[in-house]
């Protein structure tokens, strides 16, 4: 039985053909040739290939039609597809149709012995890990817990993204588990092994960016004493995840549509273009397209980075998981800190049924740890989650609470003090100071969760680094 690797080649051009066959035969794969769209249908029909390389134009044909094809009837053999150079639209509609990678005429060998050696390595259907099953920490693994409609949908669109190297766009709230979506694409695809490295936009001051991003030679500007490697260059062979990627200033976004495009980048203060081999996730909370409307984000990235788009459900999405996601996190949490695991009562469940969670599984996770260390036995009760006595509206931001979320500019927050009738008219007069008060007693407890690490309480805030910055200094906080 031969059990050496093999490759289908589809391409009307001759010396294109030649071309490939030898580059991959001196990778040790055995080759098949077709120069139609018949010819490759009668060897996929005959044959079973570890990989099928096809020209987007053919005699009888398009390469989208074949490599739709192949992505239906024969999943276990990637597709990647071969344009013409700048064809972008090409390209990503090659890659939403189902193929996994593309390579530009004229072939650069190197990017195309890259491409082959990632299809070579992706992981095959019933090898793969399960969806959410091993991210990069079971605090994380949690947030994508369930067995509701959503998050089902969810775990099978995941496995087939991540067999691709198209770029990915994850939509979804504070708190709803987007790294952890990242990261399974990342340790299901062929880039497992490689580097994964995320990203907070917002946490980069606008003139370190391009140094940071793309790295930058000695001597380059004021403090540069020694040459050094962008993310780009650290996330080669991997992944480079960028969170909230809403925050990233407009001329840098010319500068990343650049790198994405064309595979290379320019380190500060260089002479020549590095080539990368990443692939690009991305994600923010806010909306993008809205973002685009306001002249905030250029259509052009928006288009190469969402070639798929993924939307993380929001917990008040599937409150069938909330069961199950508690007792999970409840688990977890009592195994690190060595104690019997609790139980939460009825009237708790009710209570956490009821509260719609605008920081979503990441402020429950909060509201549980608060909970477990308030417990006097090995039952919750109500009481014990502190939960506020409002319900506030999922789109409200600003809330008195360190594990809410808070919008940089905060809508009007529906008052409950019980001692009034109508606890809104006696704030109405003394509302930015109210809204202070909220947001000085949230940036300090958060700040306080998190001993005063400001990307993390900035995190646990769902605002940026810039912005909680902008408020520290507004507030008065030191």
């Known amino acids: 039985m031969n059990d050496q690797r093999s490759a289908l080649i589809v391409d009307d051009e001759r010396d294109i053909r030649e071309l ?5 035969g001196r990778m040790g794969l055995r080759t098949e040739t077709a120069s139609s769209l018949n010819e490759a249908r009668a060897l996929l029909a005959a044959h079973r290939f570890d990989l099928c390389l096809t020209d987007m134009r053919l005699p009888d044909g398009s390469g989208i039609d074949l490599i739709a094809e192949i992505s239906a009837q024969y999943p276990h053999t990637p597709v990647a597809m071969i ?10 509609e090659a890659l939403k149709a189902g193929a996994f990678d593309f390579v530009s005429k004229p072939v650069d060998l190197a990017v195309l012995r890259g491409l082959v050696k990632h299809a070579l390595d992706l992981p095959q259907k019933g090898a793969r890990r399960p969806a959410g099953s091993a991210p990069a920490s079971d605090a994380l693994a949690t947030r994508l817990y369930g067995d509701s409609p959503a998050i089902v949908a969810l775990k099978q669109t995941l496995g087939k993204v991540a067999r691709s190297q198209a770029p990915v766009y994850i939509a979804g709230e504070s708190g709803t588990g987007k790294e952890l979506v990242a990261r399974t694409i990342h340790e299901q695809g062929a880039r497992a092994t490689g580097p994964f490295v995320p990203v907070n936009c917002g946490a980069i001051p606008a003139e370190l960016m391009e140094s940071e991003f793309f790295g930058h030679k000695k001597g380059s500007f004021t403090g540069a004493h020694v040459d050094k490697p962008g993310l780009f260059q650290a996330a080669d062979g991997g992944t480079l995840f960028l969170d909230e990627v809403a925050e990233l200033p407009l001329p840098m976004q010319v500068k990343l549509l650049r790198a994405i495009q064309e595979k290379c980048i320019r380190p500060v203060g260089a002479n020549i273009e590095v080539p990368v081999d990443v692939r690009i996730l991305s994600a923010t909370h806010k909306d993008l397209a ?23 459900p929001p917990l008040r999405e599937r409150l069938d998981d909330l069961p199950g996601l508690c007792a999970a996190i409840l688990q977890r949490l009592s195994g690190q800190q060595g104690r019997a695991l609790p139980a939460l009562t009825p009237e708790a469940v009710d209570a956490l049924r009821a509260y719609p ?3 979503n599984v990441r402020e429950l996770e909060n509201i549980l740890e608060r909970a477990l260390a308030l417990a006097e036995d090995d039952r919750i009760e109500a009481s014990d989650l502190r939960l506020p006595v409002y319900g506030p509206t999922p789109s409200m931001q600003s809330q008195p609470r360190p594990s809410t979320p808070m919008r940089e500019t905060p809508r009007e927050p529906m008052a409950r003090d019980p001692r009034h009738a109508d606890p809104r008219d006696s704030m109405t007069s003394a509302l930015p100071s109210y809204i202070e008060e ?5 940036i300090q407890q958060a700040l306080e969760d998190n001993r005063y690490n400001k990307t993390k309480a900035a995190a646990q805030l769902g605002i940026t680094f810039r912005a909680l910055r902008y408020k520290l200094k507004k507030l008065g906080i030191d």
């Open 20 to 24: 490939l066959v030898l580059t991959l």
């Open 83 to 92: 344009t013409a150079f700048g064809n972008m639209e090409a390209a990503v």
């Open 290 to 312: 809205g973002q685009i409307d306001d002249g905030r984000f250029r259509h052009d990235l928006y288009y190469r980075i969402n070639v798929i788009e993924l939307r993380v």
């Open 357 to 359: 969670f605008p920081g």
């Open 438 to 442: 909220i947001e000085r007693n949230a």
